[in-house]
Structure formats: C-alpha cells, structure tokens
C-alpha cells in the first residue's frame, strides 16, 4: 500500500527533519519528496505560500490540502496519528514545550548566520548569541535523557537538527558553544543515537552540508586554518 501522507523536503533542511522525526516516531508511513530550493518546481511553489519546505501534503474530502510551516506540521501529526505522544498532556507543559520549540527556530536563525556570513566580526556575534541561547536551554533541562526526561518529545524533534549541523562543524575547529553547558552537551549525545534522528538525513548529509559552506565562502571554514 502506498502511503498517504507526501513530505516536500530538502536534503539538508533542519525543519524538514522536525517534520520526518515526529512521523518516523509515530511509526507512520509517507512519501518523503526531495527538491531543489535553488530551482523550485511549478507545481511546489503552487502549493507552498512561502516558497518554503517542509510541506505535507495530506488527503482529505476536499482533495489534496498542503499544510506549511514546520511545527503546524509536527503538531497534526502529534493530533492525527496514533503511536507515542509526542507533547506533554498537561496544558501548561504542552504550552512550554511549543515555546521552546519557537525557541529552537531562534537558535536556527543564529545558525543561518553562523554558517552562511563571510564576516568574522557577524561570524562572532553569531557564536555569542547561540552560546547565550544554549545556556538559556541548560537551565531548562532536566535531569535527561531527554528534554522533559525519559520520554522523547517534539522538542527533542526540534534540536536534534540543530545539534546535527555541529557535528559537521567541529571538524573545523571547537566553537566553545556547549563548553559551559553540560546537560546540552549530554543531550546532544543522546538525540544523535535516537534511530529516529539517525535516520531522518541520508548518508551523503555531512557531505552536502561541506558543500553548503564552501559555495557560501562561509567564515566558520577558515576556523580550520
Ligand atoms: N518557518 C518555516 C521555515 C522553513 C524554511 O526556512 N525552510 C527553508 C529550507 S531549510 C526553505 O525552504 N527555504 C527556501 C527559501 O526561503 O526560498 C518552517 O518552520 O517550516
């Protein structure tokens, strides 16, 4: 049988992998259709408001319904599917996790910076600011493994792709991000061995991503030097 749901990704898009986690957890079966932002097909910017993955693509009596942006995403699928849950039942502790989850989308927008400038003094400030976040979510962290403890959530769904991109970026040399936050650091750990998280890029990733850098002339490259 085939399955229903269509995911409109990019290889390397860490809010696709949010998406890809939460149904990969779910245990639920989807089409997972890789484009090319650069050259973005008719028929994707149709569909896609913002010109933006991830889409899903869900049936429904209507026909075809595109839902977008990825943590509207991720929560359908924590609504619509069976399988683990994925957010805390307790409404006030539901709404923290959304707020970190929002929180994760921050980080992301300091790592854009971090791995896109040519500027050593925005390269800089861009690691200034994702040390300060990070040390926002050390306090909030428990005891682990997870971010709310034994039971993984979307939350963990969320960093889990931020922590993948330093995976790639400490083989040029040691940013000092997680040096004062130790429960990030063990964190980090743990969502890397997650199956799920494991399995939510494709082998060539670390390679793309080496790539990304390069046709960017990106700063964090000549950490390496
Ligand atoms: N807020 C959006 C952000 C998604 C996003 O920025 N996706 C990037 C790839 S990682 C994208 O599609 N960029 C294409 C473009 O901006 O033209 C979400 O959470 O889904």
Known sequence: MSPSLKLI?????????RAVIALTEKG?????????LANKPDWFLKISPLGKVPVLVVPSAQGEIALFESNVICEYIEETQS???LHPADALAR??????????????????????????????????????KF???????GDGPYFAG??????DAVFAPIFRYFDVFDAYGDLGIFASSPKVRAWRDRLAQRPSVKSAVSPEYPQLLRAFL??????LLKQAA
């Open 214 to 219: 390069v046709r960017h002339d990106a700063y």
């Open 150 to 155: 034994a039971r993984f959530s979307l939350v």
């Open 83 to 85: 399988g683990a849950k």
């Open 9 to 17: 990704s990019h290889k390397l898009c860490p809010y696709v992998q």
């Open 28 to 36: 639920v079966a989807f089409e997972r259709i890789d484009i090319d």
């Open 95 to 132: 709404a923290q996790h959304r707020a970190w989850m929002e929180f994760g989308s921050a980080i992301l927008g300091d790592l854009w910076g971090l791995e896109t400038t040519q500027d050593a003094a925005v390269f800089a400030a861009k690691r200034e600011a994702l040390t300060a």
């Open 135 to 141: 040390a926002r979510v050390e306090v909030a962290l």
